[in-house]
């Protein structure tokens, strides 16, 4: 008996058979868009948030960049 798996996150996606008979995952590839909704009381506080908004982006596109 034995147990098999992998360290880390994993996904379940679906496989297409190509036209030379190789597999891969179908699909995938194309654009994507992030959004970020600011909402601030005045010019003071969307300033103080501009670091944090930008921490956000750069996780978000570093994710992105793994996973292509």
Do not use: C, K
């Not at 005045?42 to 793994?66: I, K, N, P, Y």
């Amino acid at each position: 008996m034995g147990l098999a798996g992998e360290a880390g996150p994993e996904a379940i996606m679906p496989l297409q058979r190509g036209a030379d008979g190789r597999l891969g995952v179908a699909g995938g590839g194309g654009a994507v868009n992030v959004t970020f909704n600011v909402t601030a009381s005045d010019a003071r506080s969307f300033t103080q948030s501009e670091a944090e908004v930008s921490a956000m982006l750069l996780r978000a596109v570093r994710r992105g960049s793994r996973s292509a």
